[in-house]
């Protein structure tokens, strides 16, 4: 399978590492266009792919050709690539906040895949969610499925409005997790503890947990009584951040994030 990338920043070379690392494609068959020549410098020294600064020169290579520019990027990179894609070419978009027929309109090009993935992809512990439009054949939808696989856990929707909310839940949820292990490891701090060792303890208090809950299958709630002794330390805590108004805190922020997404998309 032939890939080609327009743009080769991190998010670009995460997916490239993770399809290097499962055998979906050789270096032989990745291109990147990419401007910055230290980029391409890196991008051929870290894994041995043909690099490009031309666009459309990339874009000519690959069967599937992935979009992994900034948003404010795309209207450029659309102009360039306007009626160059091949009908046997699907295009495969990672910008956040683009959508379909907006794709679609800018490349002159129906094959669309938009996906929604989030930085765990970086280690291949992400959660990406795709869609593809009606013209994508089964061979690539598979292939993009494939490659997805590289990076965490994928999942294909059925309609656009659940990028929007996968951007509220999965893409910005590594941040809503990343300040409550801050906020845990402050809480070490605030007690006595040096600050390695409240972060090595919160860290894997919050990996351990995520991946009980992923393994044992049950819902949370179930795994919250389990921890919580009636009249305990525990149940305190709980107390204390029910009061706070946490769990409102939380689901107002990613609705929040949510309606912020479809604006977005809107003025896109």
């Known amino acids: 399978m032939e890939i080609s990338f327009i743009g080769g920043g991190a998010m670009a070379e995460a997916i490239i590492a993770g399809i290097l690392r499962q055998g979906v494609a050789q270096p032989a068959e990745i291109c990147v266009g990419e401007p910055l020549q230290a980029r391409r410098d890196h991008l051929v020294k870290q894994h041995g792919i043909a690099v490009t600064a031309d666009n459309l020169e990339a874009a000519r290579h690959g069967e599937l050709v992935a979009l992994a520019v900034k948003p404010q990027s795309l209207s450029d990179v659309a102009q360039q690539l306007n009626g160059a894609l091949r009908e046997d070419q699907t295009a495969v978009s990672i910008i956040a906040g683009a959508r379909m027929e907006t794709l679609a309109t800018g490349l002159a090009h129906r094959s669309v895949i938009r996906v929604m993935p989030n930085t765990p992809s970086r280690i291949g512990e992400g959660m990406s969610l795709w869609l593809a439009s009606a013209s994508v054949g089964e061979a690539h939808k598979e292939a993009a499925r494939a490659i997805l696989q590289t990076l ?70 179930q795994l919250r009584d389990m921890v919580t002794s009636p009249g305990g330390t525990t149940a305190e805590a709980l107390k204390v951040l029910e009061e706070k108004g946490f769990r409102d805190a939380v689901i107002n922020a990613v609705v929040a994030a949510y309606q912020k997404a479809k604006q977005l998309g809107e003025n896109g």
Not at 154 to 175: I, R
Not at 197 to 211: D, E
């Open 152 to 221: 965490g856990e994928e999942m294909e929707v059925s309609e656009e409005k659940y990028l929007d909310m996968s951007t509220a839940l999965s893409a910005g949820g590594p941040a809503y997790v990343f300040l409550f292990l801050e906020s845990l490891i402050d809480a070490g701090v605030y007690m006595g503890m040096s600050r390695e060792m409240a972060g090595k303890i919160a860290l894997q208090t919050v990996l351990g947990s995520a991946k009980l809950a992923k393994e044992s299958g049950e819902h949370p709630a």
